[in-house]
């Protein structure tokens, strides 16, 4: 609280006056800066206002070790709230439950999860205006975050208000939905100075210098700084290092003052993905050999690194937390996670996330435990934690050919989530030089789907072609299927001419499971809309109503598009677009919109269109695709053009061109639509 009192009135004045007007409107405000700069005290400010006012109040905070397990922020912030689940819709309480492993484990539900929290904190404002605060934003899971952007913007005709303090430097699902923002800086040099003299500890005057230099401003290393050379006779030692580390070192030098009991069970509290106090005290009673209490961590406590709430231990700051972490010795953080990992036995994916923080050399059996948490969260529906369990898995692979595949497993994944970036630092990490041929055909498949809007004509379909062939005669009739798919899509490009479309149908049709096979017929809708055309529409309705994966329904959304169906099209897309958004495949959702706003604009439903085409243009911007960015321009430039808007009509077509010069391809198929890969 009392680095708020020093330089920060104007920010105060800001979040109590968003405070105050709670019960006639709500708001949020992010409140960002660079670590201790004084957010959890500005956010302590709010919270004191608000209990003054009698307001209720909902806390959450951020943990980094906790940003891979999906809904555990969002649990400490409802946990109070779910008494009143009962009074949910049955739909709403079980997707709830459900996210916090409460239910029978389906898949998580997102606008459901969204929709029943929303309710949970309307509940609670009827009774009296409702504050939200949330405390380190950058490290709460994606499926909290995105929830909480859900949240915002409904909260205006709430009586809730929401402040949310992140990082600076750190990009989270709020920076793109238009929240006002309030950036905290460094103090001013006259600050800075009062709020050092204002600390116990008195310094000499050439300390006193060199602790405002290097603090250069952050309220929390002027304040941390002095208790850490307290007992020091001078500045401290080595050489001038970044804020950040400087703090940590400083949270460092109070630990030096512990036992090494205390130190252990620190440890295990900062090691461990979860706040339950018992669980670090059997951890670090393993390593120690001793049976710890309670009471090995009062020094802590009368430090203030930690607090104790009931059986739940919570860190002052999370630089406390990063820095106990970071100045353990190696052997002991290994030795830490091995007990933790003992202790999380019964739930296979701790243990396993555990068992890999412990090593610094491949290991097979760690992998593979890893490969399976992978799985399991993709079937949730969690694709970021999947990505980082294959991610480490690959990384702990003893073999060339299972690190390989599993790091192009892991870029395939975040091909789905639109991770461009990720996929050129996963590829960087593949010597194609080392692969075998399953490893080299599935970076092709990765290569295609990254560089599908490169149109080669014939050439390249005859090479897809020869691939698929490969691996069918290898036995991979899926990826061989991928690639005719590929080589199909390319003949409605641009026409390879008949000998090829007929060896594309040839070896679609011989790799096909069964007549209605969902690939087949996206490759005969593709290599012979005009020939197939009239079958494949009896074959396309028949499947209407079968339950599908979203990229497949969007894969005969596709098909049906392009034979003229655009309504059996738009069924296919519709459900295609609900399963992908829940999933959060936010690369392959980015191109079932594209495909949605052109059946929209060709049924006459501009505004439809109008909205579909302005979130496909942002998220294919957001997820680096700017093939698929370049066609939402087009479909605004349209629309703009038909409502007879000319200087908007001019400018998105300017921007599109932009986006075909970056994707290196210019459009030349004389289609009236480009349909996805």
């Known amino acids: 609280m009392v680095m708020a009192l020093f330089g920060r009135e104007r920010e105060i004045a800001q979040v109590e006056s968003l405070v105050a007007q709670i019960p006639e409107q709500g708001d949020a405000l992010v409140i960002r800066g660079e670590a201790g700069i004084g957010k959890s005290a500005l956010l302590a400010v709010a919270l004191d206002r608000a209990r003054a006012l009698g307001f209720a109040t909902a806390v959450a905070s951020g943990v980094q070790s906790e940003t891979h397990l999906p809904f555990a922020g969002l649990h400490q912030l409802i946990q109070p709230m779910l008494e009143t689940a009962a009074e949910l819709p049955v739909a709403q309480r079980e997707a709830l439950l459900n996210a916090f492993g409460m239910g029978d484990g389906q898949a998580p539900q997102p606008f459901l999860i969204a ?23 950058q490290w709460l899971d994606r499926p909290t975050t995105d929830v909480l952007a859900f949240v915002t913007r409904r909260l205006r005709s709430e009586p809730i208000g929401m402040l949310l303090a992140v990082r600076e430097g750190y990009a989270t699902t709020l920076d793109d939905i238009g929240l006002p923002e309030l950036s905290l800086g460094t103090l001013d040099p006259s600050a800075a100075g009062e709020l050092l003299d204002s600390q116990p500890a008195k310094l000499s ?11 250069a401003g952050n309220p929390l290393a002027l304040v941390e700084l002095p208790i850490a050379l307290d007992r020091e006779p001078g500045p401290p030692s080595g050489e001038f290092l970044p804020l950040t580390a400087r703090l940590e070192r400083s949270f460092a030098t109070r630990l030096a003052e512990l036992s090494r009991r205390t130190r252990m069970l620190l440890l295990a509290c900062a090691a461990n993905d979860g706040h339950d106090l018992r669980e670090a005290l059997t951890a670090a009673g393993t390593v120690t050999g001793t049976e710890l209490l309670l009471a090995d961590l009062a020094p802590a406590v009368d430090l203030g690194l930690v607090t104790l709430h009931e059986r739940s231990i919570r860190f002052r700051h999370p630089l406390v937390r990063s820095a106990i972490y ?17 202790v999380h036995t019964p739930d296979p994916d701790r243990r396993a996330w555990h068992r890999a923080a412990a090593l610094d050399h491949p290991d097979d059996s760690v992998a593979a435990d890893l490969e399976q948490v992978a799985l399991r969260a993709r079937q949730r529906g969690a694709l970021t934690v999947a990505v980082t369990a294959l991610r480490r898995a690959a990384e702990l692979s003893e073999h060339v050919a299972d690190r390989a595949m599993r790091l192009l497993r892991t870029a395939e994944l975040a091909f789905e989530l639109g991770r461009g970036e990720l996929i050129t630092e996963l590829l960087a990490l593949t010597d194609p030089a080392l692969l075998g041929e399953p490893e080299r055909a599935r970076l092709a498949w990765l290569n295609e789907m990254r560089e599908e809007g490169r149109n080669e004509g014939p050439q390249r379909v005859r090479r897809l072609i020869v691939t698929a062939e490969e691996r069918e005669r290898a036995g991979d009739r899926a990826l061989a299927r991928n690639f005719v798919r590929a080589a199909a899509m390319r003949c409605w490009w641009r026409d390879p001419g008949a000998e090829l479309r007929h060896r594309v149908i040839a070896l679609a ?21 005009v020939e197939r055309a009239g079958e494949l529409i009896g074959r396309l309705t028949r499947l209407r109503e079968t339950r599908l994966d979203g990229a497949m329904a969007r894969l005969l959304g596709v098909a049906a598009s392009t034979i003229g169906a655009h309504e059996l099209s738009a069924a296919f897309l519709d459900h295609s677009i609900s399963e992908l958004r829940a999933q959060g495949r936010l690369g392959v959702l980015a191109q079932s919109l594209t495909s949605q706003m052109l059946n929209q604009l060709l049924g006459g439903d501009w505004p439809s269109a109008m909205l579909v085409a302005e979130e496909c243009e942002r998220l294919t911007r957001e997820t680096q695709q700017p093939r698929w960015q370049s ?19 001019w400018s998105w077509p300017l921007r599109a061109s932009g986006c075909w010069a970056a994707s290196r391809s210019p459009p030349t198929s004389p289609r009236p639509s480009t349909p996805g890969a």
């Open 509 to 529: 049709e011989r790799l096909a499971a069964h007549d209605d096979d969902p690939e087949l017929l996206v490759a005969l809708a593709t290599a012979a809309p």
């Open 326 to 342: 970071q100045k353990a010795g190696l052997l002991d953080r290994q030795v830490i996670h091995l007990a933790l990992a003992d």
């Open 205 to 215: 005057a050439g300390v006193r210098w060199r602790v405002l230099a290097e603090a």
């Open 115 to 137: 929709l029943a929290v929303l309710n949970l904190l309307g509940e609670a404002a009827a009774a009296e205006p409702l504050l939200v605060v949330v405390e380190d934003l």
């Open 631 to 649: 066609a939402a321009l087009s479909i605004l430039a349209a629309l703009a053009g038909l409502r007879g808007d000319v200087s908007r009509g």
